[in-house]
């Protein structure tokens, strides 16, 4: 208010001046254009410069202080007079990996005229994006011209409830939260997932999807949603090339929409590179193995949860035995999967709070039935030239490496039929005709 009321600006005549207020989304942006009117219509004062007020801003004097979309295409071209950034740690745009970089990139040269105050808030949590960075560099250093101030939420609102903050710092289940939330600590049971450079260095630039190629099985894995609420159904195509993952084509629909649709839809996607068989999750019972069914193809629930598949999919990104298509919304849910230690010791990989990893599962499926694949052939070729057997990739549930469990189930049949395009795995593509 202060900024906005108080101090002169370089403007010119009949230019107004903005305060922007940036959030992950215009609601919550709206929250602290709340506090502004309450402390604009609890002043005298501040209430007689009031030239204009609307749903989402308040004019005083020729400064204009409004709620604006957190996107760097939509903040270019004004002159701010200082900007508010709340809760920069939360944000997230489709398709970014790095929104918040993006957005104060385009701010920082609306703020360079009026030489304004950019002010950032967020409670800690992962030790990643433009906060941490600047808590890194700034926090307790003297005489520095960024100031970084870091308080509890009691000392902050002295109004909390102390002793529900307690209880939930005292809960196990609920304790590494809490100390982000509550005591402003950066998470030490959370970490990032993979790095976003080595996800762009496995990335096909202006590959949108690749062709069928002849004499080559290629494997598919889809996550069903409902299209009723804020998931998307995805698929994601992929074959085996030199000992590397080749992704072929991801496709999703964003809800609403109809399931029987998509499902069509897919099958199209699948009969065009000769797939009569998808893997995917356990989505609404037998919904989707019957939908699929309709349209001729064999739809096998994954024996893996998500976090396995993750788990499979990091050592190819890490040393670039995966080639990913170029779609940047499927890119950047891979780069901002977390990974979270719970109580019990165990490591959870998953999307952060409120956001989605659709595309990123059915990459990662199809990358684990396209490795499996391989190391099936090579686990029968290796037990029927008498070679040990072990060509360890992904474990499951039980520990058992997918190797392990092919050289089990071939010794159990006593036979190689099946491969190189076993169904060991509960389906894992096969091509018309085999």
């Not at 009026?114 to 700034?138: C, E, M, N, W």
């Not at 909390?160 to 710092?169: A, F, G, M, S």
């Not at 202006?206 to 996550?223: I, K, Q, S």
């Not at 499902?263 to 609404?284: K, P, T």
Request: glycine share 8%; hydrophobic share 40%.
């Amino acid at each position: 208010m202060f900024l906005s009321a108080f101090r002169e600006y370089p403007l010119a005549r009949g230019q107004l001046g903005v305060v922007p207020l940036i959030a992950a989304d215009r609601v919550q942006a709206r929250e602290v254009l709340n506090y502004v009117r309450g402390i604009v219509d609890g002043s005298p004062l501040l209430s007689k410069m009031v030239r204009r007020r609307t749903a989402s801003s308040v004019q005083l004097g020729n400064v204009v202080i409004e709620v604006r979309t957190c996107s760097w295409r939509l903040l270019r071209g004004m002159t701010a007079c200082a900007a508010i950034c709340d809760e920069t740690l939360a944000w997230h745009q489709e398709g970014s990996a790095n929104p918040d970089r993006e957005v104060l990139a385009a701010l920082r040269p609306a703020l360079l005229t009026t030489k304004g105050l950019l002010v950032g808030i967020s409670s800690p949590r992962l030790r990643r994006g433009i906060q941490y960075d600047a808590f890194s560099q700034h926090h307790g250093v003297d005489h520095d011209p960024v100031l970084s101030w870091r308080a509890a939420s009691t000392t902050m609102n002295p109004a909390l409830d102390v002793n529900e903050i307690q209880r939930q710092l005292d809960d196990p289940a609920t304790s590494d939260d809490a100390r982000c939330e509550y005591l402003a600590e950066w998470a030490t049971h959370l970490d990032s997932y993979v790095n976003p450079e080595v996800v762009a260095a496995c990335t096909d630039v202006g590959c949108a999807e690749r062709p069928r190629l002849e004499d080559v099985g290629y494997y598919a894995f889809c996550d069903m949603a409902g299209g009723s609420g804020s998931d998307a159904a995805a698929l994601c195509v992929a074959h085996h090339e030199k000992g590397s993952v080749i992704v072929d084509k991801v496709v999703a629909r964003k809800p609403p929409f109809s399931p029987e649709s998509v499902v069509a839809g897919f099958c199209d996607v699948l009969r065009e590179y000769g797939i009569g068989e998808v893997v995917g999750d356990r989505f609404s019972g037998l919904f989707a193995p019957e939908s699929f069914q309709r349209h001729g193809v064999a739809y096998k629930q994954s024996e893996h949860p998500a976090r396995v598949l993750f788990g499979a999919l990091l050592p190819l990104l890490n040393s670039e035995r995966i080639r990913l298509v170029d779609d940047k919304v499927a890119n950047t849910e891979i780069c901002r999967l977390e990974r979270k230690v719970t109580p019990a010791g165990n490591t959870m990989i998953q999307a952060p709070p409120r956001e989605h990893d659709d595309r990123a599962v059915c990459i990662a499926g199809a990358a684990s039935l396209t490795m499996a694949s391989q190391d099936a052939y090579i686990v029968a070729r290796n037990l029927r030239d008498g070679l040990p057997a072990e060509f360890p990739h992904i474990r499951g549930e039980n520990g058992e490496t997918y190797a392990q469990e092919a050289a089990r189930r071939l010794r159990d049949e006593r036979t190689l039929k099946g491969f190189p395009l076993p169904g060991f795995m509960g389906g894992m593509g096969r091509r018309y005709g085999t």
